[in-house]
Each structure stands twice: as C-alpha cells, then as structure tokens.
C-alpha cells in the first residue's frame, strides 16, 4: 500500500514536469507524432517521462545509450498506450538495445514443427522480463516513415498480448471469444495467401502464429490504418476499438 502511494505520486511528479525540448525535437522525427492532437500529445509526453525513468535502460554489445534513443522507443512504446487503461507495461523492468541484430540461442519450433537452433532476431519480448531491440533496425523504422514495418510496435504489441501471461495473440479485451475468432479467421487468409505466393498488405510474419498476427497487425494499425480499413475493415474496427484512434486515421 505505501510502496503504491509513493509509486503513483512519484508518477506525478513526472507528469507535471517540463517536458524536454530536446525530447520533443527527438518525437518530430517520428512519422506519427505530427498526426496527433495537442491533448494526446500532452499526454504521450507523461507517459514517456514515466516510461523513461521506470525502466532500467541497458546498452548491450557496445552501444552507448542516449537520449535520443530512449525517447525514440519510449516514445513509440507510449503511443500504444495512449488510449488504453495501463501501468506502463507491468512486468516489463528492463529495455535492452543492442546495436544491430543479435543471437538467441534457444531452439525454436516453427509453424511446421521444425526445430531451429538459435536465430538472429531485430526484437524480442518476454512474458515476465526485458523487452530486447536492434537499434539500427528501429532507425530504419523511423527513417522509412509509415510503411507498416516497425519493430518498436511489434515487441511492446507483443507485451500487451502478454499481460494475461499468455503469448496468445489475445490482449485483454472484453469479448474474447469474438476476438480470437476474428484474429484466427484473418490469419487463415493471410496464410493462405503466403502459400500462394500473393503480396499482402499485413507482414506475412504474421501467418506464423496467433501473437505474431496480433503484433503485425498492431504495426499496420499505427502506421497504414487508411490501407487496413479498406482492405480488412472487420480488423480495423478490431483493432481501433482496442487501441483507440490510430494516427494514420485521422481523415476518416
């Protein structure tokens, strides 16, 4: 109770501070941050300050932290929270940011029951523990703006699916059972269209499972909301109904 009293007063604090101006240059690079309100803005910056400062930030592999790489992926991480009841990824203590692509060691069993030792991954997220980035890649992000392709959104979507403590493509939404419906029956296209060897507007990623195909979709959402409302209208509404308004939405 009292560490509780002092967490959210100290939360305050945060949010009542000045927001740094030199944050604010590092927010105009990102594709979205011109497409929001002045309010939502206001409070991005809240919950940025908060983000930033909770989490234990760790440069990995000779990468030197700064701040315009913290504020670039806090900022990206608040975005999917603007809208949302939250504590701040709850569970997630520790940002690792590596320099490039780095290695995971463990075995992984794909889609087809294949067993791949180790792989080379731009993100990672855990149930209970870090969320692991490849900077370059999120630069990359940014630099090629709303393309659908970003990997700050895909790890922190992956953290929302997580928060039941399941991996599951299943973020804690009120009808659940109309939304796993949905998500597998979108999915099934989506696959079906990778076999055919069709070009598809979500990351053919997304077939592989359930949580890759909400993490995709999430990044689409933020980044081509016009293009997934004409060509997935079921999921768009999905989608727009947890989230909130996407960015990228605001002329419809």
């Known amino acids: ?28 690079r990102l594709p979205f941050y011109s497409n929001i309100s002045a309010e939502e803005k206001t409070a991005l910056h809240g919950i940025i300050q908060v983000f930033a400062a909770e989490k234990y930030w760790s440069g990995c592999g000779g990468l030197v932290l700064t701040d315009e790489i913290v504020v670039s992926i806090a900022g990206q991480a608040a975005l999917l929270l603007l809208h949302l009841p939250h504590d701040y990824f ?9 320099p490039s692509a780095f290695f995971d060691p463990r075995d992984r069993e794909d889609m087809h029951g294949i067993v791949h030792a180790g792989q080379s991954l731009s993100g990672q997220a855990h149930v209970r523990g870090p969320v692991v980035l490849a900077w370059n890649e999120a630069e990359r992000d940014i630099a090629r703006g709303q393309d659908g392709r970003n990997v700050i959104l895909h790890e922190f979507a992956h953290r929302l699916d997580m928060a039941d403590g399941y991996a599951d493509g299943v973020p804690l939404v009120a009808a659940v059972d109309a939304w796993a419906e949905l998500m597998e029956a979108e ?11 069709r070009e598809t507007l979500l990351d053919q990623y997304g077939a592989d499972d359930p949580a ?6 999430t990044e689409c959402f933020f980044e081509k909301a016009e293009y997934l409302k004409r060509e997935h209208p079921e999921l768009f509404a999905a989608m727009s109904e947890f989230y909130g308004p996407s960015p990228t939405a605001r002329g419809d």
């Open 1 to 28: 109770m009292i560490f509780s009293w002092f967490k959210n007063r100290r939360r305050k604090q945060l949010f009542a501070k000045a927001f740094p101006e030199a944050w604010r240059k590092t927010l105009e």
């Open 212 to 217: 890759e195909f909400f993490a995709v979709v």
């Open 90 to 98: 709850e569970g997630t203590d520790e940002i690792l940011v590596y």
């Open 187 to 197: 999915r099934t296209v989506l696959l079906a269209a990778k076999k055919a060897g």
